[in-house]
């Protein structure tokens, strides 16, 4: 599944007007997901979708946003996602997230999340940058909801939430909601960029496409690239196709999974 990310959209100007079209473009093709943050912009990144999406029947789009951790007390979280509804000029959000671990315990902010979903300002609940321990910990400050998701650092390069964090999403029905699917464009610089065009190239699609038909061919792997120009999201909505096993074999082997000992890597 390919949604759409929405960090460091243009906001102003011609250029956001050409952010709002190639966002509706993504909707239009299939990508409804769509990822945002009040950190984004100090929640410009929330309006400019608003404005986006503003005639959009409400019930097609999937909307996500997240909490600051430096917001997320019960009272915090709860006046935090008033303020992304009302950004985005809806009356609900699809799922929301606590963007990453912070000082607040984890269990006042799972409540407040709980309540938002009892109260319908939220569909679902999710997490971001939780290795397996965060997860665990979560889960059980859950008293009726689970964790809908994990929003992960993933790409070529940075694979290594495949052995930490995959098993344990799968066993507990979490989606894996995979962030920066391009790494910053190094994946182009590395030995393994042939194999990638080489299958671009077969395909008559470009490498983008193929990069992210490779990091959602697991069924719990979401990815939500950026993409600001409707020419590139056009690309990335070719990305929902299937690899073969042998193509599939071939990127895994050009771009490894390393085991990692440190905690989960960020941006
Ligand atoms: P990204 O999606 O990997 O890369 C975005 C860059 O790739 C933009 O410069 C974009 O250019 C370019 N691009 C997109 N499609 C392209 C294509 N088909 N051909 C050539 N270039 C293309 O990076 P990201 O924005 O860091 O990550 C994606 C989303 O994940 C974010 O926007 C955000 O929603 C989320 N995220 C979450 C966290 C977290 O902590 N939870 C952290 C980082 C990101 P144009 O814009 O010019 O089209």
């Not at 052995?163 to 979490?174: K, Q, S, V, W």
């Not at 993409?227 to 599939?248: K, Q, T």
């Amino acid at each position: 599944m390919i949604g759409q990310g929405t960090w460091n959209v243009p906001v102003r100007g011609a250029a956001a007007d050409d952010a709002k079209r190639a966002l509706r473009r993504g909707i239009e093709l299939g990508m409804v997901h769509v990822d945002t943050a009040e950190m984004y912009g100090d929640g410009a990144s929330e309006r400019l979708i608003g404005e986006a999406i503003r005639d959009l029947p409400r019930e097609q789009l999937f909307l996500v946003s997240k909490v600051l951790p430096s917001n997320a007390t019960f009272e915090g979280t709860t006046a935090a996602c008033e303020r992304s509804l009302r950004n985005l000029g809806v009356e609900y959000l699809d799922c929301y997230l606590l963007h990453w671990r912070g000082e607040v315990p984890l269990g006042e902010t799972m409540r407040a999340l709980e309540q938002l979903v009892a109260d319908g300002k939220i569909r679902a609940l999710g997490v971001s940058n939780f290795d397996v321990g965060d997860l665990e910990e979560g889960r059980r400050a859950l008293e009726r909801e689970r964790i809908a998701c994990n929003q992960v650092l993933y790409h070529l390069g940075e694979r290594s939430t495949e052995a930490h964090e995959f098993a344990y999403c799968r066993e507990h029905g979490i989606a894996i909601v995979g962030y920066t699917p391009f790494g910053r464009g190094d994946w182009s610089d590395a030995p393994g960029a042939r194999v990638v065009g080489r299958i671009a190239k077969a395909r008559g699609v470009s490498a983008h496409a193929v990069i992210l038909a490779f990091l959602t061919r697991d069924p719990i792997a979401f990815t939500i690239p950026k993409a600001s120009n409707a020419a590139h999201v056009e690309e990335n909505a070719r990305g929902d196709m299937r690899l073969d096993a042998a193509e599939i074999a071939a990127i895994a082997e050009a771009f490894p999974v390393r085991r990692r000992r440190g905690g989960i890597p960020t941006l």
